[in-house]
C-alpha cells in the first residue's frame, strides 16, 4: 500500500502562513484525487481540501479563501498552503488518497501526520 508522509508543521502566529507536504514514492499523487484531513480535539477528522487529477481544487467552507492545495510539477508531492490561519485551524493534518463512493472515501494508510498550532 501506498505509504504517505505528511511534514511541515509547526507554531504559526495567527495571520501567518505555512505550508504542509504531503509525499509519496511512484505516481500514486498523480493518478488519484488526494486530500488533507485534519484532526482538531474533541472533533472527528475532517477533510479540509482535495485536488483532483486534473488539477480542480475543492475545500472546506472554513477554508476557503484562506487555504490553497497543489501539486509540484513533478506530481509526487501535494502542499496545503496555509495563509491566514487561525486557531481553531490547530489541529493534526493528514493527507490521503481519496477515492468517491456515494461520498470520498480515504483508501490509503494514515501517515502520523503534521501538528500545526495555531497561537500568538
Known amino acids: 500500500q501506498v505509504q504517505l508522509v505528511e511534514s511541515g508543521g509547526g507554531l504559526v502566529q495567527p495571520g501567518g502562513s505555512l505550508r504542509l507536504s504531503c509525499a509519496a514514492s511512484g505516481s500514486a499523487l498523480r493518478v488519484n484525487t488526494v486530500a488533507w484531513y485534519r484532526q482538531t480535539q474533541g472533533k472527528d477528522r475532517e477533510l479540509v481540501a482535495r485536488?483532483?487529477?486534473?488539477?480542480?481544487?475543492t475545500y472546506v467552507d472554513s477554508v476557503k479563501g484562506r487555504f490553497t492545495i497543489s501539486r509540484d510539477n513533478a506530481e509526487t508531492t501535494v502542499f496545503l498552503h496555509m495563509n491566514n490561519p487561525r486557531p481553531e485551524d490547530t489541529g493534526l493534518y493528514y493527507c490521503n488518497i481519496i477515492r468517491y463512493f456515494n461520498t470520498w472515501v480515504p483508501v490509503g494508510s494514515w501517515g502520523q501526520g503534521t501538528q500545526v498550532t495555531v497561537s500568538s
Open positions: 485536488i483532483a487529477m486534473g488539477g480542480g481544487a
